[in-house]
């Protein structure tokens, strides 16, 4: 029953992550209408139900472990027929992982996802900068100057309503001279990712 909670606990972070990607602010999927309701209010709304119900279960079989811990803690190191009170709490935990498991699965094998809006997202507040940070200090900088300098290029773009990859080299140059033409390759966000997903599989 320790193994179902730390087992419902991953699967409720994991709900948590589909009910956020799923909502407006986020778009980053769409979950299966087999695993949804519309609102009562908002006919457009679709209500990620699945996930909720996932999660909100969680707090069931944390329940049903407390229950459990409870009885034994006052027991001597011997069977007891306290412990018969361990069968329904088992079971009930074991119907909700096993339900959750199933509905989860069912959840990600038909969800779509939108890398489109993924990808608007991931250009959004200046992610790229550590990479402009990291660069600099390929080219020998300091990273207490490289730090500072990209805190600057940062000010000077949201000034501008632009994004550091929407800057002229001529711009970056006045920072510092030691960016290149090759900076706008290492802060692309299709490299970047790439990168990521390296390091990931290393």
């Known amino acids: 029953m320790a193994d179902f909670s730390i087992l419902m606990m991953h699967l409720s ?23 949804t309701t519309g609102s009562s209010i908002m006919p457009q709304k679709k209500n990620p139900d699945g996930a909720e119900l996932v999660r909100g279960r969680t ?7 407390f229950t459990l811990l409870c009885a034994m803690k006052g027991l001597p190191l011997a069977y007891n027929k306290d412990l018969q009170e361990d069968k329904s709490t088992f079971y009930d935990a074991l119907d909700v992982v ?12 038909t969800l779509k996802a939108q890398p489109e809006t993924m990808c608007k997202a991931v250009k959004k507040g200046f992610l790229n900068a550590t990479e402009v940070a990291d660069y600099l200090v390929k080219k020998g900088v300091a990273f207490r100057d490289a730090h500072s300098i990209v805190g600057q290029i940062v000010l000077a773009a949201e000034e501008q309503g632009k994004a550091i990859e929407d800057l002229t080299l001529e711009q970056l140059q006045q920072f510092s001279p030691a960016f290149s033409e090759d900076i706008f390759s290492y ?16």
């Open 59 to 65: 707090g069931r079989v944390y329940g049903d472990l």
């Open 187 to 202: 802060i692309d966000y299709d490299n970047i990712l790439s990168k990521g997903i390296k390091k990931e599989m290393l």
């Open 13 to 35: 972070r994991l709900a948590e992550e589909l009910v956020l990607w799923t909502s407006a602010e986020f778009g980053f999927v769409v979950l299966d209408d087999k695993y």
């Open 98 to 109: 096993t339900g959750s498991l199933q509905m989860m699965e069912r959840m990600i094998g």
